[in-house]
T-cell receptor, first 114, second 116 residues
């Protein structure tokens, strides 16, 4: 099955630094989603983007839906220790009757040095 | 609180044995999903169900089976035919219909299966 190209695969930063990660695809998606996963837990939705060109913020997080509908980025400003985890992008397509298919990136593992 | 409950959290299995992972949701969602996660990879869809008594294969259904007898429950059986069953398994659900707005996937906390 298709997977998105997410980069970087890992990041090692100092607390307080800004973070940027992105996802690209060879095909179009109707929705882009960004999830965060803590070790041993399920992913939790951070931001959902529904329109091409849309720029959405959630606290220190900002994400954009690329104008071509084939890419998205996520920025985290002023990182703090609880930002540590794995961040996944996902492109969404609807199947039928409300069921949906998500195509995931490989994840970006964020490590923060205090 | 509404959510998705997966059990067991950790499971060990000998080769050749079938094992069933439980997934229960009280979100009143129609659709449920099973994903598999391997280190360094994104989540891959195993099976999904849009409605009770109906389910469809995802991208990596071989060696797995599911049932959907109740709206709240979507158990996954990892059979002995699955060649590399050691993985982290995630159940998810989504509610509502239509193309836009909310109706995003909500995930459970996962079950880690290790084959000895």
């Amino acid at each position: 099955g298709q997977q998105l190209n997410q980069s970087p695969q890992s990041m090692f930063i100092q607390e307080g630094e800004d973070v940027s990660m992105n996802c690209t695809s060879s095909s179009i998606f109707n929705t882009w989603l960004w999830y965060k996963q803590d070790p041993g837990e399920g992913p939790v939705l951070l931001i959902a983007l529904y329109k091409a060109g849309e720029l959405t913020s959630n606290g220190r997080l900002t994400a954009q839906f690329g104008i071509t509908r084939k890419d998205s980025f996520l920025n985290i400003s002023a990182s703090i220790p609880s930002d540590v985890g794995i961040y996944f992008c996902a492109g969404r397509r609807f199947i039928i009757q409300g069921a949906q298919k998500l195509v995931f990136g490989q994840g970006t593992r964020l490590t923060i040095n205090p | 609180d509404g959510g998705i409950t997966q059990s067991p959290k950790y499971l060990f299995r000998k080769e050749g044995q079938n094992v069933t992972l439980s997934c229960e949701q009280n979100l009143n969602h129609d659709a449920m999903y099973w994903y598999r996660q391997d280190p360094g990879q994104g989540l891959r869809l195993i099976y999904y169900s849009q409605i009770v008594n109906d389910f469809q294969k995802g991208d990596i259904a071989e060696g797995y089976s599911v049932s959907r007898e109740k709206k709240e429950s979507f158990p996954l059986t990892v059979t002995s035919a699955q060649k590399n069953p050691t993985a982290f398994y995630l159940c998810a659900s989504s509610g509502g219909t239509g193309l836009g707005g909310a109706n995003v996937l909500t995930f459970g906390a996962g079950s880690r299966l290790t084959v000895l």
